[in-house]
């Protein structure tokens, strides 16, 4: 039992409520062990057993799988625009290292990146975002700073997409800068499994599809 609890690092989760069930479960795990030592096997199990009861149900809530890496929280930025599947492909691999956390690009903020707006509001974009299974939580991004968004998660990972234009070791000076030590991991290549793996491509192909017809 000792062992299930040093495993589970408590502090990244904010709310106070799972600290107090996990240091019941310490306290619980403590008095097994007194009683055991005075020979109070009876009490010492029924301690011991209301300790595994307590982390089985915290774990349960926060959803840890406390033998993985699962617990990590990983913090994806971007506009997903038109989604399809070079997203979700994007996203199922930003879950396999651990909790998707994703900030949702501003209309504005899009605008300047891509030089265009984009096609579905940003309202839109994130009630699309939290619909996928691989994602956590979503949320917008901010608006003027977009390391306050990495802030509001504390992440443990920073995930990248292949052609998300960034100079990493100017971000990682400044997440060090904010106090943000996250590792930063890029998928090293978009899936080009479908004819149409980003949004660009899409609308390419809508625009050539009816745009001439209608004219």
Known sequence: MCERLSKINIEKYENAKYS???????????D????????????????IGYAEGLLDALLLILDIDENSDIAKKVFVGGTFDILHPGHIEFLREASRLGKVYVSVARDENSEKIKKRKPINDENQRLEVIKGIKYVHDAFLGDQNDFIKSVERVKPDIIFLGPDQHLDEAK????????????EIVRMKERVQKWKHSSTTSIINEITSRYCKNSS
């Open 32 to 47: 097994a062990k007194y009683y055991l030592d005075k020979g109070d096997i009876d009490t010492a199990v029924v301690d």
């Open 20 to 30: 107090k069930v996990f240091e019941l479960a310490k306290q619980y795990t403590e």
């Open 171 to 182: 971000f990682k000076q400044e997440l060090e800068k904010r106090g943000i030590n996250a």
